[in-house]
């Protein structure tokens, strides 16, 4: 029996993706059980789950307990019948027991949001991971050598952390701890930590891009005039 705040939803366990809320993610359907959920998730106007899984196979004891809904926002669909989505995070839920699985999984969820009572903190720390997350993108751009371009920061510090967790290249377990942290302050800490750090060998790669480029420039010392 349901609890009197859960839902029951289809859930999508995938092996390398942590996703936010607010996140717009691309996904190629091509499995039967998966094209079936995402029509039948059309049909109804309802959202699925996506959860992190691993390692191993797909089995209660691998998926991870925290996810995130996920809306269809976008449908190409292909000859063969497979497709070509792209779903947006909306809101964090926690697995309360599974109803189904495998290989189509379903289970009653309790949807989670962060701590109320944080906002002067947070607003502060969101200033903070900003200005870091900017610093640390253009120094990236830099070593590679490409144009950073405009980039526009969510304006809400709890979005804000959902779209720093997500694009920053961490692994997958500090993902899913970020993404089961309910409080916007301690998760906006832990990614200035982690930014502070990527920052240092940020640093220290271009310092040593920079010593190779004159170290090349400096290498053709031409030949010395005849008299």
Not at 148 to 165: H, I, R, Y
Request: net charge negative; hydrophobic share 40%.
């Amino acid at each position: 029996m349901a609890g009197p705040d859960q839902i029951e939803i289809p859930l999508f366990p995938l092996p390398n993706v942590v996703l936010y809320p607010g996140v717009l993610l691309p996904l190629h359907i091509f499995e039967n059980r998966y094209r079936r959920m995402v029509n039948a998730c059309i049909d109804e106007n309802a959202p699925f789950g996506i959860v992190l899984f691993g390692p191993g196979d797909e089995s209660p004891s691998s998926i991870r307990r925290v996810g995130v809904l996920v809306r269809i926002n976008e449908i190409e669909r292909l000859d063969d019948g497979r497709m070509n989505i792209i779903g947006e995070g909306e809101v964090r839920f926690r697995i309360a027991r599974f109803t189904s699985g495998p290989p189509e999984w379903r289970a009653m969820v309790e949807l989670l949001d962060d701590v109320p009572g944080e906002s002067e903190a947070a607003i502060t720390l969101g200033r903070s991971l900003g200005e870091l997350y900017l610093e640390a993108y253009q120094k990236g751009m830099e070593l590679s050598d490409e144009d950073p371009g405009q980039v526009t920061l969510p304006t809400s510090p709890m979005d804000l952390t959902f779209m720093v967790a997500y694009v920053l290249d961490m692994d997958m377990d500090a993902k899913q701890e970020l993404l089961e942290t309910t409080s916007t302050r301690e998760r906006a800490e832990l990614l200035i930590r982690y930014l502070k750090d990527a920052t240092e060998r940020l640093n220290e790669q271009l310092r040593l891009k920079r010593v190779t480029k004159v170290s090349r420039g400096n290498g053709d010392l031409g030949r010395p005039s005849s008299h």
